[in-house]
């Protein structure tokens, strides 16, 4: 009798610890803590003379010579991804996302957090400012590629050669500069009331740079290719950047004569129906951005549901929805995103975040139907459904029980290929590391030393298995522009609000 009721007490007692785990193991994302490590990930990738209020704190100054072969100061700004070079056209690119992340959701973000990502993107146009202070010329570059790649080296004793590469009237570079305007008018939004006059200065250099991008058309492809392929190689032109920084300086300027620009000028994106590049969004493609963007606002201002904008942001959305015959995504067994090209997640981080901007303006103005394919129409409420299954899946709801978020959950990349994170810091390890001096490292089969925190690496394999191994770069390799999107991402999923 006594030893039958312990034995239950035990078969009890293992009953509770067994739903504990089982409920332990489908844990609730927790937006909150993923939000403010997602905009933590920006300090670890600072250029320059980092501030006392930095919290990464494994992080030192670095590059503080950028600029001093031209005579310009171009310290700071942020490394794009693993590696020590910074590329301004993938840096401006998320610049402008992270700032539009603050203009549709910083009310989300509660004021600590949104004190940090303004800082984030400030650490953005500040640099911005810099390669834009002569007049005439966007520096574009600072580094190269090839020598600062065949090295494996803290950021903080990098001895590689700090070029300087700009464009010019008479070697110009249309989308480098007109995302530089996009990002610096964006951002000029956010800093309307908080600091009215770098809000200014902000518009007034967009508008400056905007001219000189337009008035002197053509690719930085060209003159810079060679430094430029096949790190950040432009595909897509450059008609898609003016179009882009139009609607940003529209939006931040309300001077009708960039509304003009962008009627005008769209011709240039081609046909909605027609454009493969419709369902496009990131540093190099900025033509779904630009129309959901634009679509989202002649909705607030009630234009008739059937303008060209709106027509192609839905041909954008019809992209996307596993339902749509134009599907032009694939989606794993788990659920991720899967496009075509290197670090696959800043595909359903950009494109998740492009359809829950569009489906809240829908939803505001009562448009709830996105028609894909001539009466198979789709609520806003499955726009948002399928960004929050994408963020889930980011947070650890796959098939790897993993995060994929550095430092979120009890399991994520450990082995990520990121130069600073994978080497000791100058506090384990004061002494200069030279070129070489990384590659035992780099081969190492450990844990990083130091962890960057709110990195979001390029992902798992289209069967949903990671490998967590630091070679395999596709997989492993954090960069700026994933995490730009999942900010406001996560902001909205934290706290959800209607439109004001
Ligand atoms: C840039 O160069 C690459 C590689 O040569 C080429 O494939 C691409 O079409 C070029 N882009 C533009 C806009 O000319
Ligand atoms: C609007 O922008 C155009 C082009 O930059 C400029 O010429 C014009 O003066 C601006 N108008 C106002 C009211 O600021
Ligand atoms: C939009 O709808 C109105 C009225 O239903 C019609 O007259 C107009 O041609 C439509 N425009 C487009 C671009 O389809
Ligand atoms: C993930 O969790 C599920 C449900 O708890 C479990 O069935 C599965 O085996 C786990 N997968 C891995 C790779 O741990």
Request: charged letters at 25%; proline letters at 3%; aromatic letters at 14%.
């Given at each position: 009798m006594r030893l039958s009721s312990s034995f239950s007490l035990v078969l009890f007692l293992l009953g509770v610890v067994i739903i504990l785990k089982v409920d332990s193991e489908q844990v609730k994302p927790n937006y909150a803590d993923a939000l403010s490590k997602s905009i933590l990930f920006f300090e670890g990738q600072r250029s320059g003379?980092?501030?006392?209020?930095?919290?990464?704190?494994?992080?030192?100054?670095?590059?503080?010579?950028?600029?001093?072969?031209?005579?310009?100061?171009?310290?700071?700004?942020?490394?794009?991804?693993?590696?020590?070079?910074?590329?301004?056209?993938?840096?401006?690119?998320?610049?402008?996302?992270?700032?539009?992340?603050?203009?549709?959701?910083?009310?989300?973000?509660?004021?600590?957090?949104?004190?940090?990502?303004?800082?984030?993107?400030?650490?953005?146009?500040?640099?911005?400012?810099?390669?834009?202070?002569?007049?005439?010329?966007?520096?574009?570059?600072?580094?190269?590629?090839?020598?600062?790649?065949?090295?494996?080296?803290?950021?903080?004793?990098?001895?590689?050669?700090?070029?300087?590469?700009?464009?010019?009237?008479?070697?110009?570079?249309?989308?480098?500069?007109?995302?530089?305007?996009?990002?610096?008018?964006?951002?000029?939004?956010?800093?309307?009331?908080?600091?009215?006059?770098?809000?200014?200065?902000?518009?007034?250099?967009?508008?400056?740079?905007?001219?000189?991008?337009?008035?002197?058309?053509?690719?930085?492809?060209?003159?810079?290719?060679?430094?430029?392929?096949?790190?950040?190689?432009?595909?897509?032109?450059?008609?898609?950047?003016?179009?882009?920084?139009?609607?940003?300086?529209?939006?931040?300027?309300?001077?009708?004569?960039?509304?003009?620009?962008?009627?005008?000028?769209?011709?240039?994106?081609?046909?909605?129906?027609?454009?493969?590049?419709?369902?496009?969004?990131?540093?190099?493609?900025?033509?779904?951005?630009?129309?959901?963007?634009?679509?989202?606002?002649?909705?607030?201002?009630?234009?008739?549901?059937?303008?060209?904008?709106?027509?192609?942001a839905d041909a954008f959305v019809c992209t996307v929805l596993p339902e749509s015959s134009t599907i032009d995504v694939t989606y794993s067994p788990g659920g991720l995103m899967f496009k075509k090209g290197g670090s696959n997640m800043q595909h359903p981080t950009a494109l998740s975040f492009l359809l829950l901007i569009y489906a809240r303006y829908l939803n505001h103005a009562n448009y709830k139907l996105v028609d894909c394919d001539g009466g198979k129409a789709t609520g806003s409420q499955r726009l948002i459904e399928i960004a929050n299954g994408q963020v889930d899946y980011i947070l650890g709801d796959n098939p790897m029980n993993m995060s994929y978020i550095v430092g979120y959950g009890d399991k994520f990349p450990e082995k990520i290929h990121h130069r600073g994170s994978s080497l000791p810091s100058l506090e384990q390890h004061p002494e200069h590391l030279g070129c070489k001096d990384g590659t035992l490292y780099f081969q190492s089969n450990k844990p990083n030393p130091n962890e960057l925190t709110g990195a979001v690496v390029g992902g798992p394999l289209p069967d949903d298995t990671y490998p967590d191994s630091r070679k395999l770069f596709v997989q492993s390799e954090p960069t700026t522009y994933i995490n730009a999107p999942l900010v406001g991402l996560l902001a909205y999923f934290n706290s959800p609000q209607d439109l004001q």
């Open positions: 003379k980092l501030p006392s209020s930095q919290r990464m704190k494994w992080r030192k100054d670095s590059a503080l010579r950028d600029g001093q072969d031209v005579g310009v100061d171009l310290t700071g700004g942020y490394y794009d991804a693993g590696d020590n070079v910074k590329f301004n056209f993938p840096m401006a690119f998320t610049t402008t996302v992270l700032a539009w992340s603050v203009v549709e959701f910083g009310n989300s973000m509660g004021s600590d957090e949104l004190v940090h990502v303004t800082e984030a993107v400030k650490w953005g146009t500040d640099y911005l400012l810099k390669s834009t202070s002569t007049k005439n010329v966007v520096y574009v570059m600072v580094g190269d590629p090839y020598s600062d790649h065949s090295c494996w080296q803290r950021p903080e004793d990098m001895d590689t050669k700090r070029t300087s590469f700009f464009v010019s009237d008479k070697n110009p570079g249309s989308e480098v500069s007109a995302e530089t305007a996009a990002a610096l008018a964006a951002s000029s939004i956010i800093f309307k009331t908080s600091n009215p006059d770098y809000s200014q200065q902000l518009l007034e250099r967009a508008i400056q740079v905007f001219d000189f991008a337009d008035k002197n058309r053509g690719s930085f492809n060209d003159s810079l290719g060679y430094w430029l392929c096949p790190f950040y190689c432009d595909f897509s032109g450059y008609q898609d950047e003016l179009l882009w920084a139009a609607a940003w300086l529209y939006k931040a300027s309300k001077n009708q004569s960039y509304w003009d620009y962008v009627v005008e000028n769209v011709h240039l994106l081609g046909s909605s129906r027609e454009n493969d590049k419709i369902g496009e969004f990131g540093w190099d493609d900025k033509h779904a951005g630009f129309f959901v963007l634009l679509a989202s606002d002649l909705i607030m201002k009630g234009a008739p549901a059937n303008n060209t904008f709106r027509t192609a």
